[in-house]
Structure formats: structure tokens, C-alpha cells
């Protein structure tokens, strides 16, 4: 057995001990069933919500973290806080399909926004204090990261859901460019409270 493996065994071995480790299974198993069951269960609320699309991006937030932590260290404690709150918008935004509260609840998809934006962006907020980056360094690359994940999201709708659209009445693609600034405006302010979460986070004093 090569090294690499046999500490990935060891590894796994004391992470599922913790609460944590299941806690973020749950996460995830949660959110690739649902992705699936939309994908393919051919119900109302799922049509035209791009979910075969999302069945295969929303997956890497639920690998992202633990791919890098085996292949970058391997030791020391998991960071779960990061890998819940990277995956934990994409379940919340998967569930609000699954239940059509986009359709049944007015304000679902902004209260979505600003909630998803404060969790994907305290992911990168909770990275930084694990490295003990400064509390101003820590806001700007929290702040940067949402901003930037905000845009990139709203033209992603624009392309999957409003550029050829044809379900979509002149009325709505008028308001679209409105709802678009709205968006970005609260995952903007998400961004923004979890940098400040982040930053304002009591820090350990590393001695030497």
C-alpha cells in the first residue's frame, strides 16, 4: 500500500468520528439527491430550471475542499467549517427548487441572495482565520471573492435563463436588468457581513 493511501485511510478514519464529518455528509448527500431527483423526476417546478446543468456544476462545491485538503496536506484538522459553508448555498438554492418557493414565495429568491452570498463568501471568511490572515486582508479577499461570484452567477442566469428565453414577456425582460442589479446588490451586502464576521473573528496569537 503506498503512503499516499494509507494516510488517506488514516485520515478518513478520524474524520468520520467526528460529528462535523457528518454533518457535512449530510450536506452533500442531501444535495446530490435532490439534484438528481430534479434532474430527472420530470416535474413542473423543475422545467426550465437548467437542472441537468446544475447536476453537473454544483457537485464541485461538494469536492472542491476535500480534493485539495488530501492532495495539498492531509494532516491536521479538516477545515468543515469552510466545506459546509461552500456547499450549504448550493443545497439551500437546490431545496428552494425542489419546493418551489421561487415561484411561491416573493421574496425567496432575494432572501436567497444575500443568505447564499454571506455563506459561500464566510467559506472563504473561514479559510482566512484558519491561516490567520489579517482582519483588513481577510475582509478584501472575502469582499472580492463574493463580488466576483456575484457577477459571474448573474451571467450565468443571463446566458442559461434570459438570453434565449422565449417563455419570458416583454414586461419581464424589462425588469430583468433591475432584478439583476438587485441581485448583485445583495450578494454584494452578504459578502460584505461575512468579511466583517470574518475580520472581526478573534484571532490565536501564534507563539513562538
Same mark, same amino acid.
Given at each position: 500500500?503506498?503512503?499516499?493511501?494509507?494516510?488517506?485511510?488514516?485520515?478518513?478514519?478520524?474524520?468520520?468520528?467526528?460529528?462535523?464529518?457528518?454533518?457535512?455528509?449530510?450536506?452533500?448527500?442531501?444535495?446530490?439527491?435532490?439534484?438528481?431527483?430534479?434532474?430527472?423526476?420530470?416535474?413542473?417546478?423543475?422545467?426550465?430550471?437548467?437542472?441537468?446543468?446544475?447536476?453537473?456544476?454544483?457537485?464541485?462545491? =461538494? $469536492?472542491?475542499?476535500? &480534493?485539495?485538503?488530501?492532495?495539498?496536506?492531509? !494532516?491536521?484538522?479538516?477545515?468543515?467549517?469552510?466545506?459546509? %459553508?461552500?456547499?450549504?448555498?448550493?443545497?439551500?438554492?437546490?431545496?428552494?427548487?425542489?419546493?418551489?418557493?421561487?415561484?411561491?414565495?416573493?421574496?425567496?429568491?432575494?432572501?436567497?441572495?444575500?443568505?447564499?452570498?454571506?455563506?459561500?463568501?464566510?467559506?472563504?471568511?473561514?479559510?482566512?482565520?484558519?491561516?490567520?490572515?489579517?482582519?483588513?486582508?481577510?475582509?478584501?479577499?472575502?469582499?472580492?471573492?463574493?463580488?466576483?461570484? =456575484? $457577477?459571474?452567477?448573474? &451571467?450565468?442566469?443571463?446566458?442559461?435563463?434570459? !438570453?434565449?428565453?422565449?417563455?419570458?414577456?416583454?414586461?419581464? %425582460?424589462?425588469?430583468?436588468?433591475?432584478?439583476?442589479?438587485?441581485?448583485?446588490?445583495?450578494?454584494?451586502?452578504?459578502?460584505?457581513?461575512?468579511?466583517?464576521?470574518?475580520?472581526?473573528?478573534?484571532?490565536?496569537?501564534?507563539?513562538?
Amino acid at each position: 500500500m503506498s503512503d499516499g493511501v494509507r494516510r488517506m485511510r488514516t485520515a478518513l478514519a478520524t474524520e468520520v468520528r467526528r460529528p462535523a464529518f457528518w454533518i457535512s455528509f449530510a450536506v452533500k448527500a442531501v444535495l446530490i439527491c435532490l439534484l438528481v431527483f430534479g434532474a430527472f423526476s420530470g416535474l413542473q417546478q423543475f422545467e426550465g430550471k437548467a437542472f441537468l446543468w446544475r447536476l453537473v456544476t454544483y457537485p464541485v462545491a =461538494a $469536492i472542491v475542499v476535500p &480534493i485539495t485538503w488530501f492532495a495539498v496536506t492531509g !494532516r491536521g484538522r479538516y477545515p468543515y467549517s469552510v466545506d459546509i %459553508l461552500l456547499a450549504l448555498p448550493f443545497l439551500i438554492d437546490t431545496v428552494g427548487n425542489t419546493l418551489d418557493l421561487y415561484d411561491t414565495i416573493w421574496w425567496w429568491d432575494d432572501a436567497n441572495h444575500l443568505v447564499n452570498w454571506s455563506l459561500l463568501s464566510g467559506a472563504i471568511g473561514a479559510l482566512a482565520w484558519r491561516s490567520r490572515t489579517g482582519a483588513w486582508r481577510t475582509m478584501v479577499y472575502v469582499v472580492g471573492f463574493g463580488a466576483t461570484t =456575484a $457577477i459571474l452567477w448573474e &451571467i450565468a442566469e443571463y446566458v442559461a435563463f434570459i !438570453r434565449d428565453s422565449a417563455e419570458l414577456d416583454s414586461a419581464e %425582460l424589462d425588469t430583468a436588468y433591475v432584478d439583476t442589479l438587485g441581485d448583485l446588490a445583495l450578494g454584494l451586502t452578504g459578502s460584505i457581513v461575512a468579511g466583517a464576521v470574518a475580520a472581526l473573528a478573534p484571532r490565536k496569537v501564534k507563539r513562538g
